[in-house]
Each structure stands twice: as structure tokens, then as C-alpha cells.
């Protein structure tokens, strides 16, 4: 009964490739979102999605693309991979947007490292 | 730019010893305040977390946090770690109208059996 699912755990791969990323909460939360944490544990939001709509996109590169095809899934996409890919990147969720008082909730993380 | 300032980036302790992580934020209105811990290969978890009401909170596991407005600070406090708080401790910040979830860069806890 995990709240946030995210597979897969582990992202072994080579430059160049495409590869997804999926996520699932079973709170009832309306919000998502995606972290990247790189190699010194920095945290960093990437987007965030209250009910299927991009609310936050930081200044991500377009080969990453979320997508949300309803409020309890947010997936990323990554095309043509980068060394600098590398890291764990991070599902959440939470009951209200961003700037609320309500916690987020994690999922275990895909730790992806780029060949 | 907002931002969040965790002043110890690795910290080692003896069992039974106490614990004091700083937290500076640099927002000046109105904010919300957490405590996440990430204990080793897992994902974060919400310790506590602060939005109005008594500036001195109480999480899990015996952690609690004041809240200074006046030093823009949300120190956490332990009175007597365990060998299980090894873990890396993320101090995080929302602005109370809108805005992103803003963490620190993580202090990492070691605490010697």
C-alpha cells in the first residue's frame, strides 16, 4: 500500500537513449511533482502538476518532458540522455499546490546513471 | 531569490549526545516551514513541520523545532540522538501565498554507536 510509487528503482543507460520514468500516488492528492537530487544531495523542484496541469516548470531542459494523464499519475520523459542526467530524481505529492501548508509526500526515488 | 541556509553540511555524534541543525531562510512574509529526514537509500520523510501557532513543534521520533521569526530560523532539536538518526536532514521552506518548496542543501547526520 505504498503511497508514492515510482518505477523504475534503478536506470542503468547510455548517452543518447530516451527513458521514462513512472510515478502513482494513491492519496487522493491533487498535486505532483518531480525533484532531481544530484550527487551532493541538493534537491531541486523540476515541475509540478495540480490536477493534470503544469503549474511549475523550472528551467529544465525541453528533453525532459512530464506528462500527467490523470491527477494520480505524473510520468518523465528524457530524450537523448546526458552524463549530466545522472542523479536520483524524486516523485511527490500533496493534497493542496505549492505554497500551502501541507507536506509533500516521496516516493523511493529512481537513482539513473548515465553510461 | 528566496532561499534556505543549512549551516552544517556534516555533523558526527556520539550516541545519547544532543543534536542542534541550524535552518536560516531568507523570505521576510509569511512561511511555511518543514523538517524532512532521508534515511540512508530511502525516500524523504516529513519529521515536522511549522505554519502558525506555537514556534516550538514536535515531530516523530522525539525531534522538535523552533521557529525565530526574528532570526528567520527553524533550528531542530534532539535532546539524545540514536545510532538509527544517521540520516541526511533537509530543512525546507514555502511562502504562505503561492511559491515553489524551497529545501537546503542537507546536513548529514553520523551518529557513532
Known amino acids: 500500500d505504498t503511497a508514492v510509487s515510482q518505477t523504475p528503482k534503478y536506470l542503468v543507460t547510455q548517452m543518447g537513449n530516451d527513458k521514462s520514468i513512472k510515478c502513482e500516488q494513491n492519496?487522493?492528492?491533487?498535486?505532483m511533482y518531480w525533484y532531481k537530487q544530484d550527487s551532493k544531495k541538493f534537491l531541486k523542484i523540476m515541475f509540478s502538476?495540480?490536477?493534470?496541469?503544469?503549474?511549475i516548470n523550472e528551467t529544465v531542459p525541453n528533453r525532459f518532458s512530464p506528462k500527467s494523464p490523470d491527477k494520480a499519475h505524473l510520468n518523465l520523459h528524457i530524450n537523448s540522455l546526458e552524463l549530466g542526467d545522472s542523479a536520483v530524481y524524486f516523485c511527490a505529492s500533496s493534497q493542496e499546490g505549492q505554497g500551502s501548508n501541507q507536506p509533500q509526500h516521496f516516493g523511493d526515488g529512481t537513482r539513473l546513471s548515465i553510461l | 531569490a528566496q532561499s534556505v541556509s543549512q549551516h552544517n553540511h556534516h555533523v558526527i555524534l556520539s550516541e545519547a549526545a544532543s543534536l542542534e541543525l541550524g535552518c536560516n531562510y531568507s523570505?521576510?512574509?509569511?512561511?511555511?516551514l518543514f523538517w524532512y529526514v532521508q534515511y540512508p537509500g530511502q525516500h524523504l520523510q516529513l519529521l515536522l513541520k511549522y505554519f502558525s501557532g506555537d514556534p516550538l513543534v514536535k515531530g516523530i521520533k522525539g525531534f522538535e523545532a523552533e521557529f525565530i521569526k526574528s532570526k528567520f530560523s527553524f533550528n531542530l532539536r534532539k535532546p539524545s540522538v540514536q545510532w538509527s538518526d544517521t540520516a541526511e536532514y533537509f530543512c525546507a521552506v514555502t511562502q504562505n501565498q503561492g511559491g515553489k518548496l524551497i529545501f537546503g542543501q542537507g546536513t548529514e547526520l553520523s551518529v557513532k554507536p
Open positions: 523570505y521576510g512574509g509569511t512561511v511555511n
Open positions: 492519496l487522493g492528492h491533487d498535486t
Open positions: 502538476y495540480n490536477n493534470k496541469e503544469l503549474i
